[in-house]
């Protein structure tokens, strides 16, 4: 089953600009992690959040997490053509439940 | 680390075929699982592998579906007879701990006619 639930479904921005996706899930979590997938490729590790965490940096990501909300959000700030890609949340209790993504297009 | 690799990358097979998709986790990683991925009904969970045990086969779609781990360094999917509907990608990832992110190998692109 499909825990988590990613908003929006499709995203298109100008190069330079944030953006920002959301991951809503319904029961208790270990950690929640997101990934992104280049079309035609695996799934790439990007950030793993804690339950007890509530926010965390990597690069250019910043992931906040509100478990009292059920809810996640990633952000990608000053977007690059190469972000271009599908991102998934996955909550992770023994194993990882993802979503079905939010598509972000990065335009030149 | 060469990460996780999976063989075939691409597969077209006939309807009623067997088919054995292949997977080499990284090395010290414990935990062992196969999804699938298609565009109705996205990622799923199909087996997870825990130090070559299977823990939890429940996502697997059928008794078509089997999957074995006869060590640390070797997974195998087999569908047999295969049929159409299995047409997705398979994907097999690593993790080292249950704490830990999983790595994920390029996926086999099945193709059943």
């Known amino acids: 089953s499909q825990q988590g639930e990613e908003d929006p479904q499709a995203l298109s921005i100008q190069e330079g600009e944030n953006a920002t996706m959301n991951c809503s899930y319904k029961t208790s979590i270990n950690n929640l992690q997101w990934y992104r997938q280049n079309s035609g490729r695996g799934l790439v590790h990007l950030i793993l959040i804690r339950s007890n965490e509530r926010e965390k940096h990597s690069g250019r990501l910043r992931v906040t997490l509100d478990t009292s909300k059920k809810s996640s959000s990633l952000l990608i700030t000053a977007s690059r053509a190469a972000d271009t890609a599908s991102y998934f949340c996955?909550?992770?209790?023994?194993?990882?439940?993802f979503g079905a993504g939010t598509t972000v297009t990065v335009r030149a | 680390d060469a990460g996780v690799i999976q063989s075939p990358r691409h597969e077209v097979t006939e309807m009623g075929q067997e088919v054995t998709l292949r997977c080499k986790p990284i090395?010290?990683?414990?935990?062992l699982f196969w999804y699938r991925q298609t565009m109705m009904r996205g990622l799923e969970l199909l087996i997870y592998?825990?130090?070559?045990?299977?823990?939890?086969d429940s996502g697997m779609p059928e008794d078509r579906f089997s999957a074995k781990m006869p060590n640390a360094s070797f997974s195998t999917l087999k569908i047999q007879p295969s049929e159409p509907r299995d047409s997705a990608v398979y994907f097999c990832?690593?993790?080292?701990?249950?704490?830990?992110?999983?790595?994920f190998g390029s996926g086999t692109r099945l193709t059943v006619v």
């Open positions: 090395s010290g990683h414990d935990y």
């Open positions: 592998f825990n130090n070559n045990v299977p823990i939890d």
């Open positions: 990832a690593s993790r080292r701990t249950q704490d830990s992110g999983y790595t």
């Open positions: 996955a909550t992770n209790d023994y194993k990882l439940s």
